[in-house]
């Protein structure tokens, strides 16, 4: 059974910067592309940027030049620094792991990151 679990979310003023982590509990982690996507009250849940099993990586127009994707194989864990954070960025934030070649995806539980003064 695969598991992520994400950690890192919190409260902080605009301007300020968080840092989510996604770590799993499955095996081939490298063979994964991993995702962060977030929903805000009322709102569809948006990919906020990804990195590919070979490190490719796509940001959301919203967010680039202010976060940062990045994943440690190593210790199955992607991450996503944020910067210069909005009040629109206040969602809920998920991480997302796909398969490479077969059709597994699998979803966090998510956690909340609220910008607010």
């Known amino acids: 059974q695969v598991q992520l679990v994400e950690s890192g979310g919190g409260l902080v003023q605009p301007g300020g910067s968080l840092r989510l982590s996604c770590t799993t509990s499955?095996?081939?982690?490298?063979?994964?592309?991993m995702g962060w996507y977030r929903q805000a009250p009322g709102k569809e849940r948006e990919l906020v940027a990804s990195?590919?099993?070979?490190?490719?990586?796509v940001y959301a127009d919203s967010v680039k030049g202010r976060f940062a994707i990045s994943r440690d194989n190593a210790r199955y864990t992607v991450y996503l620094q944020m910067n210069s954070l909005k009040i629109e960025d206040t969602a809920i934030y998920y991480c997302?792991?796909?398969?490479?070649?077969?059709?597994?995806?699998?979803w966090g539980q998510g956690t909340q990151v609220t910008v607010s003064s």
């Open positions: 990195v590919t099993s070979g490190g490719n990586t």
């Open positions: 499955g095996s081939d982690f490298s063979v994964y592309d």
């Open positions: 997302k792991m796909s398969h490479r070649w077969f059709p597994y995806t699998y």
